[in-house]
Structure formats: structure tokens, C-alpha cells
């Protein structure tokens, strides 16, 4: 090749290399915001560089800084301040970033020559967090200290802690102090985040502080002893003797079909320990704090705690065993999610269904059937998590036998269910067959199959006997609209805050007798009932019993506090000069006691006693021209009335001495 065709070609590269690079840094020419921007679910200010990327997708590039500042809106004297500083690398966290947040209150206390006194108390939460392109790296520090009395306490302490690629490593040191709140975390961490050595808490439980410890080998707890501080008794002592032992036959080459698992896991050590196992129970508390902690320093994280503050991620781990699945596990598990999803469609569509509900009085067989669907969907509740765990890859790591040491609450041989009809409690038992020494998935698989049986035989005779039932939509509306109702007007009666026991009484007896015992009259008379315009016929009255409780329950609700208004304006002060004291002596007794409470108390007891809804109005409006009469009668001239009064004692004679 020639000089000149060289030059030429180099001319053209050097020409092709700076039209690239041209481009590329117009692409990504930086522009700089400043203004609203809600950070971590919090609306405030920031200032940050960004550009645009190919997609049209807006990239934060270089410092960050955004700050919010909140006053109460009602008296204005709590001040919320939030400030984050950090630096961004094409939209990841990166170097180190601050993080602080203050609570002030401020409470007035006086105002001298025009200089306001005030006392403060403020709370501040500061963060030191080190970043590399996204991922937690490097040293971290949390605190919160308290100002209060123009002082400032701490309310928490960490010793500086190292991140490595997410999780965290080395010694942790974490103080929490307070009145009310207040332990120590102290443990170590392997260079993956799994737990290690000896872990130290101490708390308050109860009233007793405890010091728990615990021992890991690489993730595996071993143990753990939760000591009385101030007796030194021992409160619990938990060893993981199986756990020991397998590690023991792991290390020795012994153990061949159980491994130890690649996966890490949260906080919570198992082995296949139910909750309510004592395994589970000794590691409750420590968790509950440690998982506080975390929350609070990863709170600005969101890949790892959500909007409620939840942990979705862990930065320290355990370690489990993984045990093989037999082939008749994986081919139990294969039909246990299918069948159980079709027992939960069945069983939910019945315990729903308001037909069997209104309908259940109408024989022994649908009042056992509404019984039986309640009680499976509480079961199904239970059983549900334990469906997820064997269907999911979660199985790996369970150890069956530990799982199954104490039974399973809802794989019983049988079950006794007890339901009321025609004024009686009676009683089936459903029974239930296994194969001896089944798996837990064979057990459970035959479970849900026996349960899906069961279920469908009984559906089945409710589908057939319902259909008669319920003629056109108007009886499913009209059924539907009952249940409603009655939902609604049992909540406003059994919500009722009374004032004295005697109001409680009139309100338990008025629901007893009209919402419950009448309302369960209709209801059996309704489900006897065969032709359409019938049973219509008995729905509206049903939905007016409903209708009038409600309207009437105001009413019922004024009857005690009017009567104590009353009371109180029935009496008067008087001046003893023989002892110079002042006291309250009733005014007109003998109107007031011998004829108003007299004729209030049987009127009460009527209603009390009352079992026909319809005369509730009337019950209420005896009371309330009572009432109205007792207040017209204060401040008239009433020495005739209470003459007549003295020679009656009859209802009949005092409601005529008061006109009633």
C-alpha cells in the first residue's frame, strides 16, 4: 500500500471514530432536575443529572440529593425532615450514601414579654451505607439518637458492619435502647452472610431480661440457652441433638442420601419444625429483633424491605439440609395440587353459598351439610401452607419425620360434627382410612381425595335439594339481601356501647328475643315452606323484622341515657345549716319515684320480654310519652298528681293519675 493511500485510510478511520464517539456523547448529554421527585414512597425535593436512554427511559447519573420537610397539618407542631445524599451510576447506588431522618415536636409552655418558652423532643435516625453499582458493598453504620430535657440519649447503636455482595459479613454489635424496647444483638458472619460461632441476645421478656444463646456451625443451629439475667435460671434450653449428629455423619462421609443444600435461607433455622415446635419457639424472639433491626437500616432498600416494611430479602442466612424426594413423593405431589385445588373450589362454593345458609333448618341432611362446608373451610386454611410447601421445590428441605412427630391437626381418622336442628344439637362422624406407615404426601394426597368424595356426595344432594328451592333469582336475591341485612343490623346491635348494666340487659334481651330467637322462627318456618309465593311471602317479613330492629335501634339506644337525664333533673340542692354542707335531695318524689321509675321499670320488663318484633315500636313509644310527660311535669304545679299518686299503686292507676 502507498503512503498516500495510507494516509488516506487513516484519515477515514480517525474520520468514522470521532462521528461514533460523537454520537454517543450526544445520546447521553446529561441534563439536571431540580424539583418534586418522590423518593421511597416519600414526596419531596431532589436535585440529581440524568439522561435519556434509547429507550426514551430516564437514567440518573452522578450526585443525588433529595430532601422533605412535613409539618402536621392540625396544630403544627411536628416537623418531619428527611434528607438523602448519595451518587448514582447509571441508575444504581454507588459510594456512599447518607441517609438521615428527624422527628420534632415542639409543645408551647408559655409566652413571657413577647418570647415564646417551648420544649422540644426530637428523634434522628442517621445512616452511613456504601454502594458498588447496585450492590450493598462496603461499611455500614446506623444510629437514632432522642433529644429530650436539652439532652440527647441514644436509642440505638450499631458498631460499623461490612456488606459484601448483598449480604453481610464479619461481627455485628447492635444496641437498642429504651423504656419499653431495649435489647443487644451480637453475633459473627462467614464471607457468604451465613450465620456462625456463638450469637448473644439480650431482652426484655415480660418483665424478666433474658440472655439467649446460641451456637451456628455454618448456618446449622446447634443450640440455643435463654437465661433468667438477674437468677441466672435457665429458662429454655433447646439442643438440636439430630442436627448434631447428621452434621457429624456429613463431615465423617457417613450420610450419603442427605446432603447439605446450596440455597441459604432466612433467619428462622428448620429442620421441618412446625410452628409451635419448641426448635421454632427458642428462636422466636431473638429473630423478631434482629428482623427489626434489619428492617429499619435496609428501609431505603427497596430489594429488600417492602411499603409495609417488611423484610422480602435477608442479608444474613441459614443453612439447611436437603433430603432426597422419592419417586412416589414426586408422584403424589404431581396429583396433590390438582386435587386440592378442586377440593378448595368445592368447599368454597358451598360455605358460601346463601341458599344452604337461609335453607339450612329445612331437614337433618342440609343442617349437617351447612356444619360440614363451615368447618372444611377452616381446615382447608390450615391445610393450604402445607399444600404450597410439598408442591413447591420447598420439600427438598423438610425433614418428613420431625414435620410429622405430633401429628397432623386435620389428618384425623375421624371427625365428630356437631350442628343444631329442630332445637337440638346432634352429631355425625365423618371417618377417614390411611395405609399404615404412609408418607406425609400419601397421607395427605389420600386426604384430600377421601375429602373431595365426601364432599361431592354431599354437594350433591344439596345441588339436587336447593334446585327445588330456590325456583327463580328473585328467592336468591331475596335470600341473599337477608343474610346481608342481617349481618349488617347484628353489628350495629352488638357494637352497642351501653352505659350501665341494666341498658346491657335490655339490649341482650331485645336481640336474644327478636334478632335471634324470632328471626331463627321465621327462618326454619321460611325453609319448610314448598311453593314460590310463599316463601316470598316470608322473606319480606323476615327483611322487615331486620328493617324495623334497625329502625327502632336508636330508640332502644336513648332509652337509658334519656332516663339519667331525667333523674338528674329531678333533683335539687338543699343547704343543711345545722352542718353547713350542700347536697342534692330529690325534687317531687313521689312523682318521680312512685310514679315515673315505677311505670319505666314495667315498661322495660315488657319489652325486655317482648317476642313479637312488631310491638317493639309500641313498647318504645309508652317509654318515650313517659319520658316527655316526667320532663312537662318538672316545672309544674304537680301536688294534685302526687296525692293521687300516694293511693295508687296499680300501672292502670298511676298511668292515669299522669294522663297517660
Same mark, same amino acid.
Given at each position: 500500500?502507498?503512503?498516500?493511500?495510507?494516509?488516506?485510510?487513516?484519515?477515514?478511520?480517525?474520520?468514522?471514530?470521532?462521528?461514533?464517539?460523537?454520537?454517543?456523547?450526544?445520546? %447521553? %448529554?446529561?441534563?439536571?432536575?431540580?424539583?418534586?421527585?418522590?423518593?421511597?414512597?416519600?414526596?419531596?425535593?431532589?436535585?440529581?443529572?440524568?439522561?435519556?436512554?434509547?429507550?426514551?427511559?430516564?437514567?440518573?447519573?452522578?450526585?443525588?440529593?433529595?430532601? *422533605?420537610?412535613?409539618?402536621?397539618?392540625?396544630?403544627?407542631?411536628?416537623? !418531619? *425532615?428527611?434528607?438523602?445524599?448519595?451518587?448514582?451510576?447509571?441508575? %444504581?447506588?454507588?459510594?456512599?450514601?447518607?441517609?438521615?431522618?428527624?422527628?420534632?415536636?415542639?409543645?408551647?409552655?408559655?409566652?413571657?414579654?413577647?418570647?415564646?418558652?417551648?420544649?422540644?423532643?426530637?428523634?434522628?435516625?442517621?445512616?452511613?451505607?456504601?454502594?458498588? *453499582?447496585?450492590?450493598?458493598?462496603?461499611?455500614?453504620?446506623?444510629?437514632?439518637?432522642?433529644?429530650?430535657?436539652?439532652?440527647?440519649?441514644?436509642?440505638?447503636?450499631?458498631?460499623?458492619?461490612?456488606?459484601?455482595?448483598? *449480604?453481610?459479613?464479619?461481627?455485628?454489635?447492635?444496641?437498642?435502647?429504651?423504656?419499653?424496647?431495649?435489647?443487644?444483638?451480637?453475633?459473627?458472619?462467614?464471607?457468604?452472610?451465613?450465620?456462625?460461632?456463638?450469637?448473644?441476645?439480650?431482652?426484655?421478656?415480660?418483665?424478666?431480661?433474658?440472655?439467649?444463646?446460641?451456637?451456628?456451625?455454618?448456618?446449622?443451629?446447634?443450640?440455643?440457652?435463654?437465661?433468667?439475667?438477674?437468677?441466672?435460671?435457665?429458662?429454655?434450653?433447646?439442643?438440636?441433638?439430630?442436627?448434631?449428629?447428621?452434621?457429624?455423619?456429613?463431615?465423617?462421609?457417613?450420610?450419603?442420601?442427605?446432603?447439605?443444600?446450596?440455597?441459604?435461607?432466612?433467619?428462622?433455622?428448620?429442620?421441618?419444625?412446625?410452628?409451635?415446635?419448641?426448635?421454632?419457639?427458642?428462636?422466636?424472639?431473638?429473630?423478631?429483633?434482629?428482623?427489626?433491626? =434489619?428492617?429499619?437500616?435496609?428501609?431505603?432498600?427497596?430489594?429488600?424491605?417492602?411499603?409495609?416494611?417488611?423484610?422480602?430479602?435477608?442479608?444474613?442466612?441459614?443453612?439447611?439440609?436437603?433430603?432426597?424426594?422419592?419417586?412416589?413423593?414426586? !408422584?403424589?405431589?404431581?396429583?396433590?395440587?390438582?386435587?386440592?385445588?378442586?377440593?378448595?373450589?368445592?368447599?368454597?362454593?358451598?360455605?358460601?353459598? !346463601?341458599?344452604?345458609?337461609?335453607?339450612?333448618?329445612?331437614?337433618?341432611?342440609?343442617?349437617?351439610?351447612?356444619?360440614?362446608?363451615?368447618?372444611?373451610?377452616?381446615?382447608?386454611?390450615?391445610?393450604?401452607?402445607?399444600?404450597?410447601?410439598?408442591?413447591?421445590?420447598?420439600?427438598?428441605?423438610?425433614?418428613?419425620?420431625?414435620?410429622?412427630?405430633?401429628?397432623?391437626?386435620?389428618?384425623?381418622?375421624?371427625?365428630?360434627?356437631?350442628?343444631?336442628?329442630?332445637?337440638?344439637?346432634?352429631?355425625?362422624?365423618?371417618?377417614?382410612?390411611?395405609?399404615? $406407615?404412609?408418607?406425609?404426601?400419601?397421607?395427605?394426597?389420600?386426604?384430600?381425595?377421601?375429602?373431595?368424595?365426601?364432599?361431592?356426595?354431599?354437594?350433591?344432594?344439596?345441588?339436587?335439594?336447593?334446585?327445588?328451592?330456590?325456583?327463580?333469582?328473585?328467592?336468591?336475591?331475596?335470600?341473599?339481601?337477608?343474610?346481608?341485612?342481617?349481618?349488617?343490623?347484628?353489628?350495629?346491635?352488638?357494637?352497642?356501647?351501653?352505659?350501665?348494666?341494666?341498658?346491657?340487659?335490655?339490649?341482650?334481651?331485645?336481640?336474644?328475643?327478636?334478632?335471634?330467637?324470632?328471626?331463627?322462627?321465621?327462618?326454619?318456618?321460611?325453609?319448610?315452606? $314448598?311453593?314460590?309465593?310463599?316463601?316470598?311471602?316470608?322473606?319480606?317479613?323476615?327483611?322487615?323484622?331486620?328493617?324495623?330492629?334497625?329502625?327502632?335501634?336508636?330508640?332502644?339506644?336513648?332509652?337509658?341515657?334519656?332516663?339519667?337525664?331525667?333523674?338528674?333533673?329531678?333533683?335539687?340542692?338543699?343547704?343543711?345549716?345545722?352542718?353547713?354542707?350542700?347536697?342534692?335531695?330529690?325534687?317531687?318524689?313521689?312523682?318521680?319515684? !312512685?310514679?315515673?321509675?315505677?311505670?319505666?321499670?314495667?315498661?322495660?320488663?315488657?319489652?325486655?320480654?317482648?317476642?313479637?318484633?312488631?310491638?317493639?315500636?309500641?313498647?318504645?313509644?309508652?317509654?318515650?310519652?313517659?319520658?316527655?310527660?316526667?320532663?312537662? =311535669?318538672?316545672?309544674?304545679?304537680?301536688?294534685?298528681?302526687?296525692?293521687?299518686?300516694?293511693?295508687?299503686?296499680?300501672?292502670?292507676?298511676?298511668?292515669?293519675?299522669?294522663?297517660?
Amino acid at each position: 500500500m502507498n503512503s498516500f493511500m495510507f494516509r488516506l485510510l487513516k484519515a477515514s478511520l480517525s474520520l468514522f471514530f470521532i462521528l461514533v464517539i460523537s454520537h454517543h456523547l450526544t445520546a %447521553q %448529554q446529561r441534563d439536571r432536575y431540580e424539583g418534586e421527585y418522590t423518593y421511597n414512597n416519600e414526596d419531596g425535593t431532589a436535585v440529581f443529572s440524568f439522561y435519556e436512554g434509547r429507550d426514551g427511559e430516564i437514567i440518573i447519573d452522578g450526585s443525588f440529593n433529595f430532601s *422533605k420537610r412535613t409539618i402536621d397539618t392540625v396544630d403544627r407542631t411536628v416537623l !418531619n *425532615k428527611l434528607n438523602v445524599i448519595g451518587r448514582y451510576i447509571e441508575n %444504581q447506588k454507588d459510594g456512599v450514601w447518607r441517609y438521615d431522618n428527624e422527628t420534632h415536636r415542639v409543645e408551647l409552655r408559655d409566652v413571657v414579654d413577647f418570647e415564646v418558652i417551648t420544649d422540644l423532643e426530637s428523634e434522628d435516625y442517621e445512616l452511613t451505607a456504601e454502594y458498588q *453499582k447496585g450492590i450493598l458493598q462496603g461499611t455500614w453504620q446506623y444510629r437514632e439518637n432522642k433529644f429530650e430535657r436539652n439532652r440527647i440519649e441514644p436509642l440505638f447503636r450499631s458498631e460499623p458492619f461490612t456488606f459484601q455482595n448483598n *449480604k453481610i459479613v464479619g461481627n455485628i454489635s447492635f444496641e437498642q435502647f429504651g423504656d419499653y424496647l431495649s435489647y443487644n444483638i451480637n453475633g459473627r458472619l462467614n464471607n457468604q452472610g451465613v450465620m456462625v460461632g456463638e450469637w448473644e441476645f439480650t431482652y426484655m421478656e415480660d418483665t424478666v431480661y433474658v440472655r439467649e444463646t446460641r451456637r451456628y456451625e455454618d448456618g446449622f443451629l446447634l443450640g440455643i440457652r435463654r437465661t433468667n439475667i438477674d437468677t441466672r435460671e435457665v429458662i429454655q434450653e433447646v439442643i438440636y441433638y439430630d442436627i448434631i449428629n447428621r452434621l457429624d455423619r456429613i463431615n465423617q462421609g457417613e450420610e450419603t442420601e442427605i446432603g447439605i443444600a446450596e440455597e441459604r435461607f432466612g433467619l428462622e433455622f428448620s429442620d421441618g419444625y412446625r410452628e409451635g415446635f419448641q426448635e421454632m419457639q427458642g428462636q422466636a424472639l431473638g429473630n423478631e429483633f434482629l428482623r427489626h433491626v =434489619l428492617s429499619r437500616i435496609l428501609q431505603y432498600d427497596e430489594g429488600f424491605v417492602n411499603e409495609d416494611g417488611e423484610l422480602i430479602q435477608y442479608p444474613i442466612h441459614t443453612r439447611r439440609f436437603e433430603y432426597p424426594v422419592s419417586k412416589e413423593d414426586r !408422584n403424589n405431589i404431581g396429583e396433590i395440587g390438582e386435587v386440592f385445588e378442586n377440593l378448595r373450589e368445592e368447599i368454597e362454593g358451598f360455605s358460601t353459598m !346463601n341458599a344452604l345458609a337461609i335453607n339450612r333448618f329445612r331437614d337433618d341432611s342440609l343442617a349437617f351439610a351447612y356444619e360440614y362446608y363451615q368447618r372444611r373451610d377452616s381446615t382447608l386454611n390450615q391445610l393450604e401452607p402445607i399444600v404450597e410447601m410439598l408442591t413447591s421445590d420447598q420439600i427438598r428441605f423438610i425433614n418428613q419425620e420431625n414435620f410429622t412427630r405430633e401429628g397432623l391437626p386435620f389428618l384425623l381418622e375421624s371427625d365428630t360434627i356437631r350442628y343444631d336442628y329442630s332445637e337440638e344439637v346432634r352429631e355425625k362422624v365423618v371417618e377417614y382410612s390411611y395405609e399404615e $406407615d404412609a408418607s406425609l404426601t400419601s397421607r395427605v394426597l389420600s386426604y384430600i381425595q377421601q375429602e373431595l368424595e365426601k364432599s361431592s356426595q354431599i354437594g350433591g344432594y344439596i345441588t339436587s335439594e336447593l334446585e327445588v328451592l330456590e325456583q327463580t333469582d328473585d328467592l336468591a336475591t331475596l335470600e341473599a339481601r337477608i343474610l346481608e341485612r342481617k349481618a349488617e343490623v347484628d353489628s350495629i346491635y352488638l357494637n352497642h356501647e351501653a352505659i350501665s348494666d341494666r341498658d346491657l340487659q335490655m339490649f341482650e334481651s331485645v336481640y336474644s328475643n327478636i334478632l335471634q330467637s324470632e328471626f331463627n322462627r321465621m327462618s326454619q318456618s321460611y325453609s319448610e315452606l $314448598d311453593t314460590y309465593l310463599d316463601r316470598m311471602q316470608k322473606g319480606e317479613v323476615i327483611l322487615d323484622l331486620i328493617n324495623e330492629m334497625q329502625e327502632q335501634f336508636d330508640r332502644l339506644a336513648a332509652v337509658y341515657p334519656t332516663i339519667a337525664d331525667i333523674d338528674e333533673l329531678y333533683q335539687e340542692e338543699t343547704f343543711n345549716p345545722f352542718t353547713y354542707t350542700r347536697y342534692n335531695v330529690r325534687a317531687k318524689e313521689r312523682l318521680f319515684d !312512685n310514679g315515673g321509675m315505677v311505670l319505666f321499670i314495667h315498661y322495660v320488663r315488657q319489652l325486655e320480654q317482648e317476642e313479637d318484633y312488631t310491638q317493639i315500636k309500641s313498647h318504645l313509644d309508652n317509654i318515650e310519652r313517659l319520658q316527655e310527660r316526667l320532663i312537662e =311535669l318538672r316545672d309544674q304545679d304537680t301536688r294534685r298528681i302526687e296525692r293521687r299518686l300516694g293511693r295508687r299503686t296499680s300501672i292502670n292507676r298511676i298511668e292515669a293519675a299522669l294522663d297517660l
